[in-house]
């Protein structure tokens, strides 16, 4: 679906910062996932990354483990399974959480938490927000 992806510099310290939104069809998401891991390999090597977003995917889908995966070397922010993220705009999560924070190289999570705020009993989005603060270690 898609994939926007970039490379924040401060202090002489790189950051990828990757913010991604998966299909529904799991073969695709385990592709999509591989096509992630190889333009991060291509463009960044072995940079501190953040990749989020909505993967459409629970914990226990191949994309989830090709990213988790010794070669992804991805982490999850969030201790899986952590609440359910989709909520059709009612505020009551149902199913698995399908949004995900994943982190690698050189990070460390300081925070993490779902934003489950409404403003006037109207939700901004059908998913609750995923909120995490890192530092670069």
């Known amino acids: 679906r898609q994939c926007s992806l970039g490379m924040f510099e401060?202090?002489?310290?790189?950051?990828?910062?990757?913010?991604t939104h998966f299909d529904f069809d799991r073969d695709v998401q385990k592709r999509s996932a591989e096509v992630v891991l190889r333009r991060l390999d291509e463009r960044f090597g072995s940079h501190a990354a953040i990749l989020m977003g909505d993967f459409n995917a629970d914990h226990n889908s191949p994309a989830l483990q090709v990213l988790t995966s010794a070669r992804g070397g991805f982490r999850h922010t969030f201790d899986p399974p952590h609440q359910a993220t989709f909520h059709g705009f009612s505020g009551n999560g149902r199913g698995d959480p399908i949004d995900w924070i994943l982190y690698r190289s050189g990070l460390r999570p300081q925070a993490a938490r779902m934003v489950t705020d409404s403003y006037q009993g109207r939700f901004p989005s059908d998913h609750f927000a995923l909120y995490a603060e890192f530092i670069l270690v």
């Open 10 to 19: 401060c202090c002489a310290r790189q950051l990828v910062c990757i913010s």
